[in-house]
């Protein structure tokens, strides 16, 4: 028998926020924690998966808090805060041996390929991650939904939410020290109760699509790792309500 653990999930659609790319500066880059966020990314497509990863822009742009400008015009630059975020994920990747591509939603054929979902396919198949930018392409969708309609598209086995909160809680654990930590919940739930995981556009294409979701927080960046191994880290949203 062989001593390699192998993945429990094939193939997984990792949601990076731009936060977490940022440390502890709260806005920009910190390259050591992309390094240590990527370390993980590396070991588990070594291990086997194939990984597909959407970024976001928060880090650099806050379109909602664009105080009187279009939103359409603060949501595309917000798509454009992520294609930054995707390419420098890649750099570190790719400087660790990595083979990586980035393809956006919106069109920039001089840095990074156009989103076509069976060249995507093919990618992970052969091994490489697939970095994706830009969210949709559309305004008026956060980059949960790109998530969610990536993992839908690409037939992923589960969405890993990588955030800066350990799971899901039944009310904010920093305003309320009594908050309830879930360590399985469904997706009938996340809608009923309000719970803010992701925004109701993800939630409901998860929930269509029966897709799983794992939300975790990024304080150890080897949950990546663990949570594609299957081990449990955070919460697990999933269609069937746990057996007590």
Known sequence: MSDIESPKYKRVLLKLSGEALSGDKGSGLDMPTIENICKSIKKAADAGAQIGIVVGGGNFW???????????????????????????????LENMGSI??????????????????????RHLEKGRIVIFGCGTGNP?????????????????????KATMVDGIYDKDPKKFPDAVKYNVITHHDILVKKLQVMDSAAAAICTEN???IIVFNLDNPDNIYDAVMGRSVGTLVTKHKPEK
């Open 62 to 92: 806050r379109g909602r808090s664009s105080e009187g400008m279009d939103r359409a015009r603060a949501d595309h630059i917000g798509m454009l805060a992520t294609a930054m975020n995707a390419l420098a994920v890649a750099d570190v």
């Open 210 to 212: 029966n897709i799983p």
């Open 100 to 121: 990586v591509r980035v393809q956006t939603a919106i069109t920039m054929q001089q840095v990074a390929e156009p989103f076509i979902l069976g060249k995507a396919i």
């Open 140 to 160: 008026f969708f956060s980059t949960d939904s790109a998530a969610a309609l990536r993992a839908a598209e690409l037939g992923a086995d589960i969405i890993l």
